[in-house]
């Protein structure tokens, strides 16, 4: 791995540490009157999502670490794993749900997300802001029952639950915000 400067980080940058992979999202450089100087950090956790707070000496060498980014298609299920595609070399890569984590509830097959390695091993999927998802099951609006705000489960074709307005129905085409899985709108 490339060996970097403290100095040098930017935003974005992944850094190997003893405590793993993590990615700098924001940094300041700090030059006190007394004193040297020093950078000082916050780093999410690239597997976790956990943000921590670090400072390093000014020039201090940071490991960098190189991370690959690349849109995948998802098949189709194999036992419990996921099978992906990658588009360009049409290699199928095995995924397993505690690598793909809250992302699962909102794959289905034939759409993509983005794969993000470090040495061959996944470490995180991006997936688009929203996804178009078809309700296969929820109870009927009552009429009548016009409560302003009010709302349902409804379980989409995936598996997961999803709470929507009253008016929408089964066999329904929804938008799900995949960062924090709620309605959005019809699609």
Not at 118 to 138: C, F, K, Q, R, Y
Not at 151 to 158: D, G, H, I, S
Not at 160 to 187: C, H
């Amino acid at each position: 791995m490339p060996a970097i400067s403290s100095n040098d980080i930017k935003n974005g940058i992944t850094i190997a540490t003893e405590g793993g992979l993590f990615t700098i999202v924001e940094f300041q450089h700090v030059k006190p009157g007394k004193g040297g100087a020093f950078v000082r950090t916050k780093l999410r956790n690239a597997r976790t999502g956990a943000v921590i707070e670090r400072t390093y000496r000014a020039d201090e060498r940071l490991e960098q670490a190189i991370i690959d980014k690349r849109d995948m298609q998802y098949l189709y299920r194999d036992g419990s794993d996921y099978i992906f595609m990658d588009q360009d070399t049409y290699d199928q890569v095995p995924v397993t749900p505690a690598q793909l984590g809250n992302a699962a509830n909102f794959l289905k097959e034939t759409g993509t997300a983005m794969l993000i390695t470090h040495n061959d091993e996944i470490i995180g999927v991006e997936l688009p802001a929203s996804v178009e998802l078809v309700i296969s099951d929820t109870e009927p609006g009552i009429q009548g029952d016009r409560v302003s705000g009010a709302r349902k489960p409804a379980t989409l074709e995936t598996g997961f639950v999803v709470q929507v307005p009253l008016f929408v129905g089964p066999g329904e085409a929804i938008k799900v915000d995949t960062r924090s899985g709620e309605y959005m709108t019809r699609a």
